[in-house]
């Protein structure tokens, strides 16, 4: 007798979720799977939700329906019967010690070196010894190119470097999701290219992410998934062959047209 196997838990469950700022609803009723060491690119015209979405899935937005897990379990909430009831702030920053985010305009700490802004978060939040954070931050900036950078200041750095320090930042705290809201939105067009090459190297090395971003060429590059979405909803969803070369929907259609 066979036995059926129950597909695998996705690293990313979204179902339903709303999100509403006063009367707006930016968020209409969002369902989203993303799988563990999968790529998913969110494209999509600007206010159509893809930064809120992003936020509701570390919890920096609190959703006003529906429901966010991340590795089976629920993002910012825990479940009493049929109820939600919000968790803690120490235990939501914990949660966010998984979820790691890379914001458009870097928010380095500008009073910090490259250095302390990267062992910031596994020394206080984590309590890692400092010298073992500061190991684990020097190997993490040589991966990132900036090996010679560690004692500099925030503004004593281009754009790039400074994305590129926000990457490594997140990734010290070791989290299983990283998520990308328009990392290249804020740079010199000549700087895209050197932010673009690390989260390559990220997505060759199986990490899942979800990166919102208007580079399309890097969407087709790299994405496992590309979901574009409008007006709060997700529209059509697909690999980059079938949402970007084939799309089916004419709003899908008309968006490209503008941007390819």
């Given amino acids: 007798m066979s036995t ?40 999509g015209p600007s206010g159509s939700g893809k930064s809120t979405l992003l936020r509701t899935i570390n919890h920096l937005e609190k959703v006003d329906g529906g429901s966010v897990r991340v590795d089976g379990s629920l993002v910012g909430y825990r479940r009493s019967g049929d109820k939600l009831h919000e968790l803690r702030e120490r235990e939501i920053l914990r949660q966010r010690t998984r979820i790691g985010f890379v914001f458009q305009n870097f928010h380095l700490f500008p009073h910090l070196t490259v250095l302390e802004n990267i062992t910031e978060a596994p020394v206080s939040a984590l309590r890692r010894p400092r010298r073992a954070a500061e190991e684990t931050a020097r190997a993490l900036l040589a991966r990132v190119g900036l090996a010679d950078r560690a004692e500099a200041y925030p503004k004593q750095l281009s754009g790039g470097q400074q994305q590129r320090v926000a990457i490594a930042r997140a990734l010290a705290l070791e989290p299983g999701l990283l998520l990308f809201d328009e990392p290249t939105s804020a740079l010199d067009p000549e700087l895209v290219g050197e932010v673009l090459d690390v989260i390559r190297d990220l997505a060759a090395g199986g990490t899942t992410m979800i990166v919102v971003t208007h580079e399309i060429g890097f969407a087709r590059e790299v994405a496992d998934t590309v979901v574009f979405m409008d007006e709060g909803r997700i529209v059509e969803r697909g690999t980059p062959a079938e949402v970007l070369d084939a799309p089916r929907h004419e709003r899908t259609r008309a968006f490209l047209s503008k941007v390819l």
Avoid: Q, Y
């Avoid at 999968?38 to 494209?43: F, G, S």
């Fill in 4 to 43: 059926v196997t129950a597909p695998p838990t996705p690293k990313v469950e979204l179902r339903a979720v709303r999100k509403n700022f006063g009367t707006t609803e930016v968020l209409r009723g969002i369902d989203l799977d993303v799988a563990a060491g999968e790529v998913a690119v969110v494209l």
